[in-house]
């Protein structure tokens, strides 16, 4: 069989939640499918380390797809001269795009559709581009995958797609992600928190992940008890808008927020590690991977009660409103005053975590794969 595969996001160094999940499964799919062909489409010139075995051909096509227009030029016209040159038997695609030029079978992931529910968070075009293409590539695609019940339900809603079409491919999780010595968490207060315990918080800072309500909440924790914590945010400023920046400079105790921008993953890992807890209370998410992330590495994990969340946590995890922040802060004095409560909810993540992993992710993307090249 011969896949075609849209890569532009495998970029050396920038990975985010949908790189990670084409870099771990076509990493698995590619070695444990030698005798497949893969045909890997970059938008730029690629980094060797994407390559993962001798059945991948690397393709560059132009234009760096990196914007709304640049976005319709390159799976518009770009796309379907790659896919007419290889003629590959399905052609998949891990951001969920498609390419409307093309009869090439499609196996988009779309891995949520927060843009429909929370539109005002992106900028004009994104939005605009978004809504008017994602519900043609649903309606396009030979079938669909997705990363959790709760997005193949609002796939089915929002554009119409028959459920049957749909198959849900849950997100793994590093290995880099362990528990670690107490020697191990002093390091990391050290290292990331001004040798402080402290929560933390890992993301894109989007206005989805709910930061102003998240530093609100800290202080409405910190003022409300003699607590010495930070709050560690890990996360790139790509989206930080003029409300978190606002926000932020009402804290009357901005020394105790503390910014990583640029970590390893590695890092991050020893940094979730080292944490009294994790604290996630987006306002959507169609998975939400640092919730079992935080799980893995052996802290408890306070995440919201809305979208997919909470089918993600089970009964592994505190929930809070994302829409109150005295929710969010009650639930992180709850750590700090319920003596066992930290620990039955580290020993339900530890069971938690268990029911994920990139192999189980990668095995069932070929089995849609197979699906789409087989029954489409």
């Known amino acids: 069989m011969k896949i075609a595969v849209n890569t532009r996001l495998l970029i050396k160094g920038k990975l985010d939640g949908i790189g990670w999940f084409s870099y771990e499964t076509l990493k698995r799919i590619t070695r444990q499918r030698p005798n ?3 045909i890997f489409i970059f938008d730029r010139e690629w980094d060797d380390s994407f390559i993962f075995n001798e059945n991948v051909t690397p393709v560059k096509v132009g234009p760096p797809s990196r914007h709304p227009f640049l976005w319709y030029l390159w799976f518009e016209q770009s796309i379907p001269k790659v896919l007419k040159k290889h003629q590959p038997d399905v052609f998949l695609s891990p951001d969920g795009y498609l390419s409307l030029n093309t009869l090439v079978p499609s196996l988009p992931v779309i891995h949520d559709l927060n843009f429909e529910h929370y539109p005002k968070d992106l900028p004009f075009w994104y939005r605009q581009y978004y809504r008017n293409y994602f519900p043609k590539y649903a309606q396009k695609a030979t079938r ?3 990363v959790s019940e709760f997005s193949k339900q609002d796939i089915v809603t929002k554009y119409g797609i028959d459920a049957s079409k749909i198959d849900v491919v849950y997100n793994g ?3 880099y992600f362990q528990p670690l010595t107490e020697a191990e968490k002093e390091k990391s207060q050290t290292t990331f ?9 890992v993301g894109t800072l989007h206005p989805r992940k709910n930061i102003a309500r998240l530093l609100i909440a ?4 910190k003022n409300s008890g003699n607590y010495q914590h930070n709050l560690v945010i890990v996360g790139k400023r790509k989206w930080w808008t003029s409300e978190m920046e606002n926000t932020f400079q009402s804290i009357s105790d901005k020394g105790s927020i503390i910014f990583h921008e640029q970590l390893t993953q590695e890092q991050v890992a020893k940094a979730i590690g080292g944490s009294e807890a994790l604290l996630y209370p987006s306002n959507f998410e169609g998975f939400g991977m640092p919730i079992l992330e935080g799980m893995q590495a052996g802290v408890p994990v ?3 009660n809305v979208s997919s969340m909470p089918e993600i946590a089970s009964d592994a995890a505190l929930l809070c409103n994302p829409f109150d922040s005295k929710s969010i802060a009650e639930q992180m004095k709850r750590l700090i005053h319920e003596p066992n409560l930290s620990e039955s909810l580290i020993s339900k993540g530890a069971l938690r975590a268990k029911d994920f992993s990139w192999d189980k992710s990668a095995g069932l993307l070929w089995e849609n794969i197979e699906k789409v090249a087989y029954n489409g």
């Open 144 to 146: 669909i995958s997705t």
């Open 218 to 221: 800290f202080e409405a924790f």
């Open 302 to 304: 306070i995440t919201s």
């Open 36 to 38: 497949d062909e893969f």
């Open 193 to 201: 928190a001004n040798s402080k315990p402290y929560f933390i918080f």
């Open 173 to 175: 999780i590093s290995e």
